[in-house]
């Protein structure tokens, strides 16, 4: 009797175990309707808010989209957590940016410099919410970065196809400019303060031809 109360016992906690796994894995998709797209090149799991012995990605464009959850009241986009490479700032920025009034998409590319925000929108007041998404996107980088936005929504696989460029590459570099010249044909917002114009650049930076 003994044995047959025991083995039934076990049985019992392997029953409860599998479901309990069940349930967990039925949270993960159930908890948030949001969509992220991290680049493709990227094999392993993305871990967020992860410290040591996260990958060195200094040498990568960081890129990743979000869109807007359809589910009401949904806060899974307000966990903000500190920025640990590039891909981490890009989530961020994108993360916040579908918090934002009318934005309902958005596209952001990370390089060493610049921050590249493509985001589709219903605004009625265009440069109001790409101020919005500009400062957002300031509010996450070092002070150092520079920062373009566009509602133009076809923009955002231009945006996209930079992920997979080499940052160490001359022509990444060539492709990036020219992307952010288009970029500057949507509104940018206002300009930061007296001293930096709408994207964050100073007179010095625009004197070095850092917007070419």
């Given at each position: 009797?003994?044995?047959?109360?025991?083995?039934?016992?076990?049985?019992?906690?392997?029953?409860?175990?599998?479901?309990q796994?069940?349930?967990?894995?039925?949270?993960?998709?159930?908890e948030?309707?949001?969509t992220?797209?991290?680049?493709?090149?990227?094999?392993?799991?993305?871990?967020e808010?992860?410290?040591a012995?996260v990958?060195?990605?200094?040498?990568?464009?960081?890129?990743?989209?979000h869109q807007?959850?359809?589910?009401m009241?949904?806060n899974?986009?307000?966990?903000h957590?500190?920025?640990i490479?590039?891909?981490?700032?890009a989530?961020l920025?994108?993360k916040?940016s579908v918090?934002?009034?009318?934005?309902?998409?958005?596209?952001?590319?990370?390089?060493d410099?610049?921050?590249?925000?493509?985001?589709?929108t219903d605004s009625?007041?265009r440069?109001m919410?790409?101020d919005?998404?500009?400062?957002?996107a300031?509010s996450?980088?070092p002070?150092?970065?520079?920062?373009?936005?566009?509602?133009n929504k076809?923009?955002i696989?231009?945006?996209?196809?930079?992920?997979?460029?080499?940052?160490?590459?001359?022509?990444?570099?060539d492709q990036?400019?020219?992307?952010i010249?288009k970029?500057?044909?949507?509104?940018?917002?206002?300009?930061?303060?007296?001293?930096?114009?709408?994207?964050?650049?100073?007179?010095?930076?625009?004197?070095?031809?850092?917007?070419?």
């Amino acid at each position: 009797m003994k044995k047959i109360a025991i083995t039934l016992g076990l049985c019992a906690i392997t029953a409860l175990t599998g479901c309990q796994k069940n349930m967990g894995n039925n949270d993960i998709y159930e908890e948030s309707g949001n969509t992220i797209n991290v680049n493709n090149k990227r094999h392993e799991l993305y871990r967020e808010g992860a410290g040591a012995g996260v990958r060195n990605v200094s040498n990568d464009y960081g890129f990743v989209r979000h869109q807007k959850s359809p589910i009401m009241n949904d806060n899974t986009t307000n966990d903000h957590r500190t920025a640990i490479d590039r891909e981490q700032l890009a989530h961020l920025i994108s993360k916040y940016s579908v918090n934002l009034p009318n934005v309902h998409d958005a596209a952001t590319l990370v390089t060493d410099k610049e921050v590249l925000v493509a985001y589709d929108t219903d605004s009625k007041d265009r440069n109001m919410t790409a101020d919005q998404v500009k400062r957002t996107a300031m509010s996450v980088v070092p002070r150092y970065f520079h920062v373009y936005v566009t509602d133009n929504k076809a923009l955002i696989q231009d945006v996209e196809n930079l992920a997979s460029l080499d940052s160490t590459n001359r022509k990444a570099r060539d492709q990036v400019n020219y992307v952010i010249n288009k970029m500057k044909k949507s509104p940018q917002g206002n300009i930061v303060n007296t001293g930096e114009d709408a994207n964050g650049l100073s007179k010095e930076d625009q004197g070095r031809g850092m917007t070419r």
